[in-house]
């Protein structure tokens, strides 16, 4: 299982620049980054929360749960 970061669709679908959204939430561009590729390991809700504001999306509009497949649980 594993959860797949849809930040980088959210954005194109708002027409949102990533700097615009990183300056927003207080974050750095490279931070932003990191989270769009699904690189980091978790995600303060506060920083979450001031995505969502400024996307004016909800969680499960940014995060989606990917089932294991059978082939991979072996």
């Known amino acids: 299982m594993t959860i797949e ?3 980088d669709v959210m954005l194109a679908v708002r027409k ?3 700097k615009d959204l990183a ?3 207080g974050i750095t561009d490279a931070n932003l980054s990191l989270l ?6 978790g995600i303060r809700f506060e920083t979450l ?3 969502c504001e400024y996307l004016d999306c909800t969680p499960g ?3 989606r749960y990917v089932p294991a497949s059978a082939d991979e649980e072996k």
Do not use: M, Q
């Open 16 to 18: 949102v620049k990533s």
């Open 5 to 7: 970061v849809t930040l």
């Open 61 to 63: 509009d940014l995060l």
């Open 49 to 51: 929360a001031k995505i």
């Open 23 to 25: 300056a927003h939430v």
């Open 36 to 41: 769009k590729s699904g690189k980091v390991k």
